[in-house]
């Protein structure tokens, strides 16, 4: 009797593990299949990871920079160390960079040759803070703070300065001051709308997430908001049409701001992940827009995961596996593959298609 008892499970046995196999492997070939490429990366991880025309710019921890052509993505690419504590690579093979410390200099280097091609200077009670890039790496913004605030126990304000870089990189030119009386401002990220005339800024102010949104036409701040349901947001990004800005930090949303209002417009909703020692928190650490404008990306941890949504909808395209410290994502030029990078993950970049409807 027992012996026909297992003949007759023996059909159904092989039926449910035949099916979960096949389950498995089309998991594994549609996670595969999603793997375009696979580039060198720097070892020591990567801080900044970002398109500028038809490159890709990593930024090291170690202040390395590497170029890739996208259309030529199997060469090896370009590389060049530098001595800053912010760099950015712009079109025409050109370095920005601001040196550590208080010194007020902006350096501007031939990439190739390691030549100084221009030294911009600012007042000396100023620091470099931030250096953000956007309009296609048309537009350079620059967050100054003063130097001789909390530094030196003289005031309980902090001070931050806004600036453009002229399209020839030959000038600074000024946009606005803020004076924050309370002294916890802190800034973390700037971008540059794709027609240059609105520079975003998130941070954290009273321990709540902090945006603000500046009109660099008439040189003033056009709206700030605190989200008190965030501690912080650590990443900005205007979409291509510059309607709306996305902003994310701790939490599992990515906020869309209207542009010329500050209206919330959305709120794009992650997962609930399972807490650790290590991420004792949800946050969002990385956000963009592809290109196109059709598609808003997210990195996010615990998980290291990157979440896609339609910008016109909201709904969600997919999820993708990222990489260990996930903290900067990039859109190819033509908006199909995109690439993400971490900050204690080095070695090497994966570069994937974008997730469809």
Known sequence: MSNINK????????????????????????????????????????????????????????????????????????????????????????????????????FINDFEKGKNHKRLLFDNAWQCELLGIGGGSRFVAIALMENNGQSRGASNSKRFRFEMLSPGLEKLVPVTTIDKKDNTLILYELDVSDDGLFIAVVGQANDFAWIGLFDVTERRIVWEKVVETSKDFTDVAFSPNGEVVYAGGEGRYLYSFETTSGRVASQLLIDQEQLTASFNEQRVTCAEVSPDGLVVAAGVNPGNKVYFWDSRTGERLGVVGGCRGLNNLAFSPDSSTFVVAGRNYGGSLKVRRVPEK
């Open 7 to 106: 003949k007759k499970c023996s059909p159904i046995f092989l039926f449910i593990a035949g099916f979960v196999l096949v389950v498995i492997i089309m998991f594994v070939a549609n996670y595969r299949s999603a793997l375009e490429q696979e580039l060198q990366a720097p070892a020591t991880g990567i801080k900044k990871l970002y398109t500028a025309e038809e490159a890709l710019i990593a930024i090291s921890m170690a202040n390395e920079v590497w170029v890739w052509d996208w259309a030529g993505l199997g060469d090896k690419p370009r590389t060049k160390a530098v001595k800053a504590t912010k760099v950015l690579w712009l079109p025409g093979e050109k370095l920005i960079l601001a040196t550590s410390g208080i010194s007020s200099d902006l």
